[in-house]
């Protein structure tokens, strides 16, 4: 079992990693999303995206409209990962758009696993499970 200071440590640079990712999303910056996730595997709904190229394109095409939209993140756990090294992090998301007035878009939920890479803490796999969406 891991002790409660590694789980807080977990947690700590999972939001982190979160917080960057949903930081490209709200600045709609397909290069920085390819940075943050270039080791990871990216899950959106049915697509499953597995190089650099492959997740800066989706995004690409995701973030072209141009309405600016900010993401709320809640609800964070924080799990012991199967593999050693690694860690999983849930949360729920909802996103707003900005019409100009604020529209809720988007509920859904993240599942993060993270993992030690090269000395450093990188997502390995994001899954994104939009739960409900309104165009």
Known sequence: MTSLE?????RHIGESLLYAY?????????KAARDILSD?????????????????????????????HR????????????L?????????????EFRPDPVRTTLGTYTVTIGLTNGSWRILELNINRMWHQP
Do not use: C
Not at 6 to 10: H, I, P, R, S
Not at 22 to 30: H, I, L, M
Not at 49 to 62: G, M, N, Q, R, V
Not at 74 to 80: A, P
């Open 84 to 96: 050693p090294e690694t860690f999983v992090l849930t949360a729920n998301y909802q996103r707003d």
């Open 71 to 82: 993401h709320a993140i809640t609800n964070v756990q924080v799990f012991e990962g199967s």
């Open 22 to 30: 949903a930081q490209t999303s709200d600045t709609k910056d397909p």
């Open 6 to 10: 590694t789980m807080a440590l977990y």
């Open 40 to 68: 990871a595997v990216l899950i959106f709904g049915d697509t499953r995206l597995e190089t650099p190229d492959a997740i800066e394109a989706h995004f690409s095409k995701l973030w072209s409209p141009p309405e600016p």
